[in-house]
């Protein structure tokens, strides 16, 4: 329930703090007082379209502050707090929603202290606020709405059977995503092996070798300067090893002439030493070089020959945009990616027969599921009559349509006759009809022409359903209008019944409305310091009498007002 709004700087309202009981309470007051106002932002408060128009003149921002108290959570409220992320005691300590509103429009929104944003706080507002006025039926004129109220009502008997429908579903809608994939790509396939197989040929046909790049690039530089290379070498191996006048000749004859003399000398024979480990050095590079330039005479490629490999190399690499290795692990993806698709018929035909499977499993579901719904509907139909029977419409005929299943003719290559289609919540839609009068046909709710009428109807859905709903606060904004006498006092009835399973928030001008109601708020306008404000006040019980005796006569109260007003309200509170 509402413990407490606190509404600070909105419309004509400077600051306002109401507290509130269980059970119905009303607010009352002259046309233009301000109820409106009060119902506008607890709608804000709760998720509704905020604006910076709704700031009171000259002043900067507008706040609203409510306090919620619950004897228990509803499971799917506290699933959307716990992901929001708070940890309190919610049916201990209660939810304080605080919105704020600045002349630029920006919104602050916080719960229990911790910053939120709107669609959050609309979210949570849903659990929390119910609004209906004369002219704020959406839900129940929404028939993309009437299935969900028709569930909500049959809640405890359809719960397993949607929850089990809708795993179903959940398979088989994705086999389906994946079936309508593979036939969508079948003809980009096609023209994709195409491509691959190109780029397969071709580089099978070039014969990578990974490093064959660098090779070839070190052979081309040998190539680009041979004659220079020949040339050098044979002088090298002249001078070092082949000429008379060789290194190595030349070294052997001073080693000669060293061995002669060393003995005579002690230091001579340390370097004839040396220079013998010298020879063999000398000698086994002269072997090196030559064996290089036999090599080198012995290459078998031209210059020609290589620079037309590297030439297909490096056309490769920049074509692919990739190294030679990178192309080589290229070659292997789509090789694979074509054998893939090359295979795909097995594939398809194994997709097939698994969404076959998922359809049908599903498909008993959800006719599982619109079996349930069936009898639940002629409870409903049965439950909705009964109000209406109530509250003076007894020639009123009310019936749950379910709409013929459709056929999903995106799956018509499918090997199954005529596909149904199939949704999240089933195979079919409802929508609500009614006839309010003898001999009329029904017809869908949303074409009740007669404001009374409607607002009747309005209120023996909502009758119904709320005894199926999480408690919450039920607003009715002149739900009354266009009604009087013994209808008017069958709304007020319905009403109070209403608010045995919520706590109920009533604008009303009847007095039967107000006199049924466990506590009355009078609503006025006063004018302070040259600006007009919007006051609340709690009504004591001989205040109620004087309220609900003018209703009951207008503008001037009359004894007569006056003792009907107490016979009214001891007839609704014979203990009082």
Known sequence: MLQSLTIENFAIIEAVNIDFTEGMTVLSGETGAGKSIIIDA??????????????????????????????????????????????????????????????????????????????????????????HGQNEHQELLDRTKHLSLLDNYGNKRIKKDLEDYQKAYM???????????????????????NFLEFQINEIEEAQIVIGEDEELEEMSKQLQHAQQINQNMSTINSLLSESDQSVITQLDQILLLLEEIKDYQPQLSNIHDELSSSKYDLEEYSHQLAALDNDFDEENQTIDQVEDRLGELSRLKRKYGMELSEI????????????????????????????????????????????????????????????????????????????????????????????????????NSVEFYVATNVGEDKKPLVQVASGGELSRFMLALKTVFSRETSPKVMVFDEIDTGVSGRVGQAIAEKIREVSQYHQVFCITHL????????KQLYIFKQVEDQKTVTNVKQLSPNERIEAIALML??????????????????????MK
């Open 42 to 131: 607890l709608g804000i408060l709760c998720g509704g379209r905020g604006s910076s128009d709704y700031i009171r003149h000259g002043d900067d921002k507008l706040l609203i502050e409510g306090l919620f108290s619950f004897d228990y959570l509803p499971e799917d409220l506290e699933n959307v707090l716990v992901e929001f992320g708070l940890n309190v005691d919610i049916a201990m300590d209660g939810l304080i929603i605080r919105r704020e509103i600045n002349k630029s429009g920006k919104n602050t929104i916080r719960i229990n202290g911790q910053l939120a944003n709107v669609t959050l706080l609309k979210e949570i507002g849903n659990y929390l606020v119910d609004i």
């Open 171 to 193: 398979t088989y809608s994705q086999l389906r995503k994946e079936w309508l994939d593979a036939q969508q790509s079948d003809t980009n396939d096609r023209q994709r092996v």
């Open 511 to 518: 007095p039967q409305v107000a006199a049924i109601s466990n």
């Open 328 to 427: 080589l692990d290229y070659f292997n993806e789509i090789s694979e990616e074509v054998y893939q698709i090359i295979h795909r018929e097995s594939y398809l035909e194994e997709l097939e027969a698994q969404l076959s499977e998922a359809y049908q499993s599903a498909l008993d579901k959800a006719k599982q599921l619109n079996d349930k719904r069936q009898s639940i509907a002629q409870d409903l139909i049965s439950a909705i009559e009964a109000e209406l029977k109530d509250l003076y419409m007894e020639n009123s005929r009310f019936t749950v349509r379910f709409s013929e299943p459709s056929i999903d003719t995106a799956l018509n290559m499918v090997n199954i006759d005529e596909i149904v289609r199939l949704t999240p919540t089933g195979f």
């Open 553 to 574: 006569s207008g503008r001037d109260m009359t004894q007569t007002s006056l003792r009907m007003a107490k016979e009214l309200l001891k007839e609704y509170h014979p």
